[in-house]
């Protein structure tokens, strides 16, 4: 039926087939220009994630503005006449770009303590170093000692300082999200109705429109920043970070490793091929199935809308590489057909080529496919768009390497391939005496490899560092080392506390106890619910658990209400502030110098407080995981009380619970993954024996990788913990093409020796040049700008070359010494 299809389609009209397909090439390469990036911190969350809605909801009721910040570490000293009048004209200019609503930098914060005021002159005469002439050796003393100030605004030997460039508030952002929030949940819950359904699509189609007009928008910031301050690189050296730059840059990145990633590929495929066959046929045919694959794929993404990632931005990479893999097999047997029977029609050839190898490539393909689609199975949205990707793409390389490479051959001569094959390789004659002779130590050494493995394994830790994801001498690297390790740490942490009810029976006999003195004189303070709040009682907690996050080596910078209470002290001549002394800050401080020591501390509408710390990303001893669950054991001794409760917040606890899901996720799937190639073993071998052996011979070889990664101390991260995954979707094919050539083989002479040798002489070339495509493919991954797309490479090409190694050498050994076709008289031929 296979045969007769292809004699009525593409062997009978090569050219009404190729045209057909053109035209839905040319139609998916329309929807190709519409492809589109994403990078930004949305793409590695978990939309169901309460935390994720927890955030959220923070950020909200805190003076929280999205910011980025550039370091500026002048020639001259910091406080220098000249170097303030640079770092002057630098915020002027940065604050005519659009999108800055103002910036925090040493010339404009609150001088509390050059000299020390008392509080009650300070109220109304808040000075700076922009409105008045202070002792520049005070000045320098507060900023290195101020806990406002001290590794946050400059660093601890006085030589970089930063200007925090405020963004304006975008409304309509957080509107868009609860919008579409409400909606998801009602879909999760199957309680949508028709009209919402409309609402849904309506708002995720504007929502898309608005985040991509934003993109632009801060791509465009951020570049103007660049140029502002390329113009003072001269008297210092500038860096600028925070996440918004992440995501731009990381866009940039991506952008360039697929230009990178396809020419490069293109350029090492063409050697390649020349190399091994030395025949332009064998070089223009491979090249044209991977273009038209390659852009009907990304014409299928931009379809359905699939945006590449960081995690995905390999994608073109992996689809030349499946693809060329498809054609190579159908090259040799070609070439192998056409040496086997020289005087043989182009038709033959052809049919006969495309017979024998449509079965194991299909099978092939679907393995590929389950290893691939495991990958849709996690709760990440730019993870499962991965495995739709690739499953989608390898079904397109399938569907036209079958249908190109007949169609063209049919329409040229034969094409006369030499006896003797162009590229030789030793490996081929060392498999097959290793097989022979040293069997045992083949064995042996599997197990070694398993037990390395599993011991590994027990080692591999789950990080996810992004200054560790960027290459030291790019800008960004740069910049967040110097943000890590000298202004108090990159990733944010927050502790959300909260006073329960019972808190407020408290008050009246805290606030008696402080009974009146000349301050309240002074000033007449309403009995507003803003005095009531600061209880001692409060005040304790929050100094506690300020207290104990200093302590902990891997956070930087801690800044609560406790920092200035701290400085309060000093500036209350010794004596700790008292409720109406709080009050009367938050009420009567400027709304600017209000939003840098108090608004993003406290909601006393909620009853709540907030303690936001940096975490020191760089820190070499830092473990997301265990450092979170630790705060959280920790934390209720240190609060000790039963009507306060607390909750961590920010980025670090989105993306290790991202990173988390990836892992329990990915380990458990690549279990079922192992079940379902198991299953389609024994539906194309129909022998229990022979899948056993095609699993076995798969999971040796790939779990080397776990066992390198856990005794190199490499992280799991989101690009390295797909490497399992996607090794056994590529890896399969050669077991899949070896089994079934050594099949063939074995029913010749019934000779199990015979039959290897004679499989590793035809389908055993294919298989190493198919490796060797893949193995040279992976490697230009090293070219990136994203440390783990290159370990994602590295350890990629590792795992093919065992799998190889595994299919030349384990494979056909356990298929000789387990006779999975049974122990028949070996007859000559």
């Not at 495929?269 to 070089?283: A, D, E, T």
């Not at 006393?604 to 997301?624: F, V, W």
């Not at 040279?776 to 590792?798: A, H, M, Q």
């Amino acid at each position: 039926m296979t045969k007769k299809f292809f004699d009525l389609t593409v062997i009978k009209h090569p050219f009404k087939t190729v045209f057909i397909l053109l035209l839905g090439v040319i139609f998916l390469g329309y929807y190709s220009t519409k492809l589109e990036i994403d990078a930004s911190s949305e793409t590695l969350l978990l939309d169901d994630d309460k935390d994720l809605q927890f955030a959220r909801k923070v950020s909200k009721l805190y003076y929280n503005p999205d910011f980025l910040l550039v370091t500026y570490s002048p020639k001259k000293d910091l406080l220098h006449d000249e170097t303030l009048e640079e770092l002057k004209r630098l915020s002027e200019e940065l604050t005519q770009i659009e999108n800055i609503a103002s910036i925090t930098s040493i010339l404009n914060v609150p001088l509390l303590q050059s000299p020390v005021q008392k509080l009650t002159k300070l109220v109304d005469n808040i000075r700076t170093l922009e409105n008045s002439n202070p002792d520049k050796k005070l000045v320098k003393e507060e900023f290195l000692t101020s806990e406002i100030y001290k590794n946050t605004l400059v660093s601890s030997n006085f030589k970089t300082t930063a200007l925090v460039l405020n963004l304006k508030e975008n409304k309509e952002y957080f509107e868009f999200i609860d919008k579409r929030k409400k909606l998801l949940d009602k879909q999760r819950t199957n309680s949508l109705s028709e009209e919402e359904k409309h609402q849904l699509t309506k708002i995720q189609k504007e929502f898309k429109l608005f985040r991509d007009k934003q993109r632009e928008e801060n791509s465009q910031t951020i570049e103007e920043i660049r140029t502002v301050i390329a113009k003072y690189q001269n008297n210092a050296s500038l860096f600028l970070g925070g996440v918004n730059m992440i995501a731009d840059d990381i866009i940039t990145f991506v952008k360039n490793d697929l230009v990178i990633y396809g020419s490069t590929l293109v350029l090492l495929l063409i050697l390649i091929l020349w190399v091994i066959f030395r025949q332009m046929i064998w070089i223009t045919l491979p090249l044209l199935i991977c273009v038209l694959s390659v852009v009907s794929t990304t014409g299928a993404l931009g379809f359905f809308a699939w945006e590449v990632t960081v995690i995905s931005s390999n994608f073109i990479a992996l689809q030349l590489i499946i693809t060329i893999s498809i054609v190579l097999h159908l090259i040799v047997r070609y070439r192998e057909l056409s040496s086997i029977y020289p005087n043989s029609s182009q038709y033959k050839l052809v049919i006969n080529t495309i017979l024998s190898k449509l079965n194991p490539s299909f099978f092939a393909i679907i393995t590929t496919i389950a290893g691939f689609g495991s990958l849709v199975l996690s709760g990440i949205q730019p993870v499962k768009n991965l495995g739709w990707m690739m499953s989608t793409g390898i079904a397109i390389s399938l569907v036209i390497s079958f249908i190109v490479f007949p169609a063209i051959l049919i329409l040229i001569k034969k094409v006369k391939s030499p006896k003797e094959s162009n590229f030789k390789l030793k490996t081929i004659a060392l498999s097959k005496y290793l097989v022979e002779f040293h069997g045992k130590k083949i064995i042996f050494t599997s197990i070694i490899v398993v037990v390395f493995a599993l011991t590994g394994a027990s080692k591999l830790i789950v990080e996810n560092s992004f200054i560790n994801y960027f290459k030291e001498s790019t800008q960004i690297y740069k910049g967040m080392k110097v943000i890590d390790e000298s202004l108090g740490g990159t990733t944010p942490l927050d502790v959300v506390i909260t006073f329960k009810e019972e808190e407020k029976q408290e008050v009246k006999a805290s606030t008696d106890s402080f009974g009146f003195d000349s301050f309240e004189d002074e000033f007449a303070i309403d009995k507003s619910s803003e005095e009531y709040w600061f209880t001692r009682d409060k005040l304790n907690v929050i100094l506690r658990v300020h207290n104990y996050l200093e302590s902990i080596d891997e956070i930087g910078k801690v800044q609560s209400l406790a920092t200035l209470l701290k400085i309060g002290k000093t500036l209350n001549e010794g004596k700790e502030l008292d409720s109406f002394t709080l009050a009367l800050l938050y009420k009567k401080l400027p709304e600017e110098y209000k939003k840098i020591i108090l608004s993003p501390y406290i909601n006393i509408e909620n009853n709540q407080a907030r303690i936001t710390t940096r975490i020191i990303d760089s820190n070499p001893d830092l473990r997301r995981d265990e450092l979170l669950k630790r705060i959280n054991s920790e934390l209720p001794a240190v609060i000790n009380s039963s009507s306060v409760e607390f909750r961590l917040s920010n980025l670090m606890v989105l993306y290790n619970n991202m990173l988390q899901s990836l892992f329990d996720s990915q380990i458990k799937t690549l279990g079922f993954v192992v079940v379902i190639l198991f299953v389609m073993f024994l539906i194309l071998f129909k022998s229990f024996k022979i899948a056993t052996i095609a699993i076995l011979a798969n999971i040796v070889p790939i779990s080397i990788i776990f066992g390198i990664m856990g005794w190199l101390t490499i992280p799991l991260d989101i690009m390295t913990i797909t490497i399992a995954a996607i090794s056994i979707g590529i890896g399969v094919d050669d077991t899949i093409h070896y089994i079934h050539r050594f099949q063939e083989e074995y029913k010749k002479d019934h000779n199990y020796m015979e039959a290897m040798k004679r499989s590793h002489e035809s389908i055993g070339y294919a298989m190493t040049y198919t490796s060797l495509v893949v193995i040279v493919g992976f490697c230009i991954l090293v070219l990136s700008n994203l440390i783990p797309t290159i370990y994602f490479g590295l350890l990629t090409v590792i795992v093919m070359a065992t799998i190889l190694s595994s299919a030349l050498l384990l494979l056909p050994k356990l298929l000789i010494l387990l006779k999975p076709y049974g122990n028949k008289k070996a007859r000559s031929i």
